[in-house]
């Protein structure tokens, strides 16, 4: 009788090992959080929601949370604080943050060119800055563009007095543009185009056109993510890279429907969505990073922007390129 107790002792320690082996992939995967740059859905974040959908995150051992942010500044002060783990932000908003002292490095580039600039009607006749003198042009009051509005224009062959500035709240922008209180307006050319599209059908005149180099969007961390969780950051940028070459390789779509089924609860508009990711997947990469693999980001790139940031007075002159990013995890 001992030896059957002894024998169905042992039986429940070894079921009980067994159990626990099983379940072990599930404990193991390890917690990340990423923080977007804004709650509402926007075609930039498809290869983060991509990846959700797909698993790969869970393949990887990765338990990644996605959450919502306010902006693109309150991101990068929020990963400086360590509220999160990585960072969606643009990338001219982390060298703001990186000259006024903050903790922060990018890791990895989403669009190496930048979607901002003028913003015109498809019909209005309006194809180059040239053509826009004398004409009204809107922008958001405090918006992160405005610094960079005068040597835009100068780049295209217009003073600031060449326009009627009219500076509105954010909330006002778009109903602005689309009534016709304004010709023009500098914006988030990716996001701002397929959301009019069906009131306005509109075009864009972009900051690299006419030289103005600046990056687009990427992920950030805080510099001492970067010795804390090496492995899990080269996860991250592999799987990044893995999700925006699939989309860019025709699956806009899918990319769009990722976020769509992750964001139903916010209803978004699935075509502009589609319209959004199809005009980021053609920012992957800039003259200095052809051949490059995705997510690698130029140092010579980074010169022309910081150059062109602090003639615009949003950084300080001088700054070091290494400290703006890393390609570490980049292969």
Do not use: C
Request: no cysteine; charged share 20%.
């Amino acid at each position: 009788m001992a030896i059957q107790t002894r024998r169905g002792f042992l039986g429940l320690i070894f079921g009980a090992m067994a159990l626990a082996a099983l379940l072990l992939p599930a404990s193991a995967q390890e917690r990340v959080t990423i923080l977007l740059d804004y709650a509402f859905p926007e075609g930039i974040h498809a290869p983060l929601h991509l990846a959700t959908v797909k698993g790969w995150y869970k393949d990887a051992g990765l338990d990644v949370e996605i959450k919502d942010g306010k902006g693109s500044v309150v991101t990068v002060q929020q990963i400086a604080a360590g509220q999160a783990d990585i960072g969606l932000s643009q990338l001219p908003t982390v060298a703001t943050a990186i000259s006024n002292g903050l903790p922060v490095i990018s890791i990895m580039a989403y669009n190496r060119t930048s979607d901002n600039g003028l913003v015109v009607g498809r019909d209005s006749g309006i194809s180059t800055l040239a053509d826009f003198k004398g004409k009204k042009l809107g922008a958001v009051a405090g918006g992160a563009t405005v610094p960079f509005i005068e040597p835009f224009l100068k780049a295209g062959g217009l003073a600031l007095s060449d326009v009627q500035m009219v500076v509105v709240d954010g909330s006002a922008l778009t109903s602005t543009y689309t009534s016709g209180g304004v010709d023009g307006i500098i914006t988030i050319a990716g996001y701002f185009i397929p959301t009019v599209e069906k009131t306005l059908p509109s075009k864009a005149i972009l900051f690299s056109d006419v030289g103005i180099k600046l990056p687009g969007y990427g992920l950030l961390v805080n510099k001492d993510t970067l010795s804390k969780r090496p492995d899990v950051l080269r996860k991250i940028v592999e799987i990044n890279q893995r999700a925006w070459a699939y989309i860019a390789a025709g699956h806009e779509v899918e990319g769009a429907d990722a976020i769509v089924s992750q964001r139903a609860s916010l209803q978004p508009d699935r075509e502009s969505l589609i319209a959004q990711v199809k005009f980021y997947s053609k920012l992957l990469e800039s003259p200095a990073t052809k051949g490059k693999p995705l997510g690698w980001q130029s140092d010579s790139d980074w010169k022309d922007a910081l150059r062109v940031m602090a003639n615009a007075g949003v950084v300080k002159p001088d700054l070091n390129t290494a400290d703006m990013f890393t390609n570490q995890f980049i292969k």
